[in-house]
């Protein structure tokens, strides 16, 4: 499932390519639910013809394109959602459920085999509450360690179910969940509110230094993500944890066989030697 390396990288390939440019029409497949509008009594289809894209923004794993007619066209690529650029005379891509044909003579596709992604027509008040509703951006300065710990303080739960909330922090999944924790040696099952200030500081340094990468890296492919040209990410064969319990993995740093659990509903691999729990 795409997070937010991966969203990242959909999002600064898409901008010189389609901002500044004009929708000049857009053609569904069989599956029509992929395109929404949110405003009562609007045709999805007349309100993005001839609309200029403004800009593209992301916002935790959404895409949201500003258009010139006041309204904004928000992307969730969900498990398997892909975004193409592609000439306008190229064949439809595979799962391809809705084709965005740009006056530069290329053509935005969205293809997506689970058929969970969406793009939606929102008007501005739409966007605000997504914001609100999510958590800051891992990046924002005004996360630091104290505020994360403050709002940990309050869940008792588990803190992988922690982080994966989008309402703590936007972006953040299962990947690259799993490979902070093991960074900072904090056991996927420890108590949120259980945690230091001092690993609290380490966590959300580790966050940031692992999405920073993915992002150079231009996000992890294991099977269907791709950038809008097709191409997959390069941050697979870097991870030290995650999906690492498959065909006897072993931890980098003490050479414990990896361990495979279910947290929230989510696969988790941890080192049951460095990462053990104490709350």
Known sequence: MPELPEVET????????????????VTLGDFSG?????????????????????????RGKYLIAGLSNGLFLIVHLRMTGRLLIL?????????????IHLSSGVDLRFGDQRKFGRLTIVAAEDVARLTNRLGPEPFDRRLTASVLRDTLQRRPGKIK????????????????????????RIHPEQASNSLSLDQVRRLLQAIR????????????????FENPYGEAGENAGFL???????????????RTPFQKIVVGGRGTTFCPRCQFRTG
């Open 10 to 25: 959909v999002r600064s390939l898409l901008e010189p390519a389609i901002v500044g440019r004009t929708i000049t029409d």
């Open 34 to 58: 992929v395109l929404e509008c949110r405003i009562p009594g609007l045709d999805p289809l007349c309100v993005l013809r001839n609309v200029e894209i403004l800009n593209v923004t992301r």
């Open 87 to 99: 000439p306008a005379d190229s064949p439809p891509v595979r799962f391809q459920h809705a084709a």
């Open 161 to 184: 179910n922690a982080l994966l909330d989008q309402s703590l922090i936007a972006g953040l999944g299962n990947i690259y969940v799993d490979e902070a924790l093991f960074r900072t």
């Open 209 to 224: 230094l692992i999405l920073r990468l993915a992002i150079l890296r231009q996000g992890t492919t294991f099977a269907s």
């Open 240 to 254: 030290r944890a995650y999906g690492k319990s498959r065909d006897g993995g072993r931890c980098p740093r003490c």
